[in-house]
């Protein structure tokens, strides 16, 4: 059983729901990204998601735009993403998504990335223009090596293309709360309800909410009717506001609590 589904296999059996927040791998450093993961697990997150920062992220918005250009400053690349998980390894097992663009993984191999994402214990990867249609060599490479291929759906996939997402995907599936980048909103749109109910009807996987969820209430919402909700601007631009503060894992850690609500 894979770590992703055992973690939302135990938040079923304690009728609780997940929280899954995303970061920038090297915003502000590796090092500081290695304590920050290990501060989101410690305060509740079901698992992380970890960005692979990208120079051309056109389906984010400024706000982690801003934090790949930051992150490749450093002049890093995929390797070093993968030792700093296999460090944060020691010290956590909850589960770790590679949040990525297609390119980054083809630049570095697809079959090395694969082997060394194994070692590193990566639970999960989720390519955000990688279509279902073109991932099926991919895809077939990570179950080899027990890795979920996770798949985003929009308010705008038809109902032919859902069931197609859910046929190909593992561990859970990522539902985009609305048509557009990545960005915190005011209020989570009427359409990701909508949308995790047409994913019920053709998978039994867990569902996530994303893209403009910034609030405590926000994930309240979606917690009626989806298995977890994700934060990740709200977070990334947390990071850029307190970038150079000495406290800053510790910061991030209580506002990253503060926007689990309490059971």
Avoid: C
Avoid at 157 to 168: F, G, N, P, Q, V
Avoid at 248 to 259: D, H, K, M, N, P
Wanted: glycine share 8%.
């Amino acid at each position: 059983m894979s770590r992703i589904k055992e973690a939302f296999d135990n938040l079923a059996r304690e009728q609780k729901k997940g929280f899954i927040p995303f970061i920038t791998a090297g915003d502000p450093d590796l090092e500081t990204t290695k304590h920050l993961m290990i501060e989101l697990a410690n305060v509740g997150a079901t698992l992380i998601e970890l960005g692979i920062p990208f120079s051309d992220p056109m389906a984010d918005g400024p706000v982690i735009q801003r934090a790949s250009e930051r992150a490749l400053r450093h002049g890093f690349g995929l390797s070093e993403i993968l030792d700093l998980v296999r460090d944060v390894r020691k010290q956590t097992k909850v589960p770790i998504v590679l949040f990525s663009y297609f390119n980054p993984l083809l630049q570095f191999g697809l079959e090395k990335l694969v082997r060394e994402a194994e070692h590193a214990k990566i639970d999960g990867i989720l390519v955000t223009d990688l279509t279902p249609e073109e991932a099926g060599r991919f895809s077939a490479m990570l179950r080899a090596h027990e890795i979920d291929l996770i798949f985003l759906v929009a308010p705008t996939s038809t109902d032919e293309r859902l069931k197609m997402i859910a046929e190909r995907a593992s561990g859970f599936i990522y539902a985009v709360s609305r048509a557009g980048i990545t960005g915190a909103r005011e209020a989570v749109s009427a359409e990701a309800e909508q949308l995790v109910n047409r994913v019920r009807l053709v998978s039994d996987l867990p569902v996530a909410v994303g893209f403009g969820i910034s609030k405590a209430e926000h994930v309240a919402e979606v917690w009626r009717y989806a298995d977890a909700a994700v934060v990740g601007s709200a977070i990334v631009k947390m990071i850029e506001d307190k970038s150079g503060n000495g406290d800053l894992v510790r910061e991030i850690g209580q506002f990253t609590a503060s926007l689990i609500p309490a059971d």
